[in-house]
């Protein structure tokens, strides 16, 4: 028979607290463990008066062989969940009596799960009831902040700007991507739930340098952050590079989270080698990963799709959806590009220069229009004439050119073909 850590908890006040107390009727709870939250009792008002007349005084630490103490902590330092055995204060106004709650907090799993008991005398229910509800709503306003949580990158936090409508792709592709995150935020949680499946989804966003990844990320991280989701970037631009440990902080992070949350993990390729590329499968088999219970959604991207795994790629599960991110590829798309980089120095006359340009991603786009507009303000010009923007164009392609055949060298496939599926393809 297995003993639950519950069961340890309980004896232990059975057997070595409640005899050695004077109240009588003294209850066990099982109770939520936001109330050992550091920084839900440090925010705690302590002049609130809980019914029956009740204050809040304090906390003290005290030794018991049945929990061990840890201390949990946010990403920025802060503690928050405390393990270990605590007695709560509280003061009643007009008698001149502590009384003190036992609460009794411990893990009971490898990957954080945090339960807690409180040995409460039965007059004092009504009180502690109330006192719990106040810290449930303390821990709710805990909110996260207005920005994009950074692991390994050069700065701490981010505000994402980009706005949804500034992204140029297909508006069928577009509508695809959004409502996949959205629903599953919205609706996919409890379908995981009823399934017993961890609600964590995993997509990719593959396409060659330059398409817009990035940007949909950010854009994606403006709408998970008005939604008040935490949002998590892993970021590979540190001395350490592309690190499992990067996105074991970010899944723990998650865990600990009572937040939907969103993780985006640039450079997916650069994850997966030699070294921790088992580790990073194993993640996205879900076999290894902590669970938030209000969900994780992972958005991995890659430029260089062809340096992944089939099995990854592939193999179900592992990832859950792949979208091409294209080059541009109409030429109203292309228009409403460069009619957008261009901004006032658009000119009819530029269709011509705009058709030029499908088949070339955004950012090479977005260079077109900077070298035209730099070289209109180098000679002091009051308008973009149509061969200044040819030139720019010629001179850029033939940049890229130089570039592509030496990636072509080594990249055999075109993206679309990786992502055929394979049936047969069993690991
Ligand atoms: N689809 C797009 N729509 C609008 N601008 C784009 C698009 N793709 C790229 N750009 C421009 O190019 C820049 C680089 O794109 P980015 O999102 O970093 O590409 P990726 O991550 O796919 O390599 C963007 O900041 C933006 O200015
Ligand atoms: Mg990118």
Known sequence: MTILKLDVMGQWIENEWIPYRTERDLQILWIPDFCVHEMVLSSYNRDAILPGGYTFVGVEQIECPAVTRINNYNYRGEITRRTGAFIYKFEAMDIDEVTEILILSSYFTDDGRVICLACVPETFMIAWAAFSKECERIFKSLSPRQEVIIIGGRTRAFVPTVEWDDIVLPESLKNELFEDVRSFFTKGIDVYQRLKLK?????????????????????????????????????????????????????????????????????????????????????????????????????????????????????????????????????????????????????????????????????????????????????????????????????????????????????????????????????
């Not at 330059?210 to 989701?229: D, F, P, R, S, V």
């Not at 640039?266 to 076999?287: I, P």
């Not at 035209?372 to 940049?399: G, M």
């Open 199 to 427: 609600p964590f989804r995993k997509l990719l966003l593959a396409g060659i340098p330059g398409t817009g990844k990035t940007m949909l990320c950010n854009a994606i991280a403006k709408w998970a952050i008005e939604q008040q989701y935490l949002v998590i970037y892993i970021s590979s631009a540190d001395q350490s590079g592309a690190t499992f440990s990067k996105i074991q902080q970010a899944l723990h992070i998650a865990s600990n989270s009572s937040l939907p949350t969103l993780i985006l993990l640039e450079e997916l390729d650069a994850y997966l080698h030699k070294q921790e590329k088992a580790l990073v499968l194993n993640v996205l088999d879900g076999s290894e990963s902590l669970v938030n219970d209000y969900g994780t959604l992972l958005i991995a991207t890659t430029n260089y799709p062809e340096a992944i795994d089939e099995r990854v790629l592939k193999r179900p599960g592992r990832l859950d959806r792949i979208f091409i991110i294209p080059e541009i590829r109409t030429p109203s798309d292309a228009e409403k590009m460069l009619r957008q980089y261009l901004g006032e120095m658009w000119h009819e006359d530029h269709l011509q220069v705009s058709d030029m340009l499908v088949g070339y991603p955004g950012a090479f786009i977005r260079e077109v229009a900077v070298y035209a507009l730099t070289h209109v303000a180098y000679e002091n010009l009051d308008y973009l004439p149509l061969d200044l923007l040819l030139r720019s164009f010629e001179r850029l392609k033939e940049q890229v050119n130089t570039h592509d055949a030496f990636v072509l060298q080594q990249q055999k496939k075109p993206v679309s073909e990786l992502f055929v599926k394979d049936d047969n393809d069993e690991e």
